[in-house]
Nanobody, 130 residues
Framework: QLQLVESGGGLVQPGGSLRLSCAAS????????ILWFRQAPGKEREGIAC???????????DSVKGRVTISRDSRDHASVSVYLQMTHLRPGDTAIYFC????????????????????WGKGAPVNVSS
């Protein structure tokens, strides 16, 4: 069983920056890619960034490419922090942001379009507004 807790959300002005954190804990994280999703009001949940279990590969949705950077800090096999640095934020980025894990036998694989996540956090709200 893995636990994921997001933090760092809040209100930010258009054009501003924000860094979200995902604290993941539990056995087996060495084999989990970690993804960030977001869900805006009235819209479907969207995968926006992914980092492989190895930390060597990343993948971004076109909607955020160039404005978002995902990174991973693996303290040990049971404790990982994943960060989502967001810049040039727009009102359209307003959403609840979730992190989730995806087991992979190949530690370098990562795809933001992956389906069927294994574990989810409860989300952190981001509101981009003046």
């Amino acid at each position: 069983q893995l636990q994921l807790v997001e933090s760092g959300g809040g209100l930010v002005q258009p054009g501003g920056s924000l860094r979200l954190s995902c604290a993941a804990s539990g056995e087996g994280l060495d084999w989990d890619a970690i993804l960030w999703f977001r869900q805006a009001p009235g819209k479907e949940r969207e995968g926006i960034a992914c980092i492989s279990a190895s930390g060597s590969n990343t993948h971004y949705a076109d909607s955020v490419k160039g404005r978002v950077t995902i990174s991973r800090d693996s303290r040990d096999h049971a404790s990982v922090s994943v960060y989502l640095q967001m810049t040039h934020l727009r009102p359209g980025d307003t959403a609840i942001y979730f992190c989730a894990t995806k087991f992979s036998f190949v530690r370098t694989l990562c795809d933001v379009r992956a389906q069927s996540m294994d574990f989810w956090g409860k989300g952190a709200p981001v509101n981009v507004s003046s």
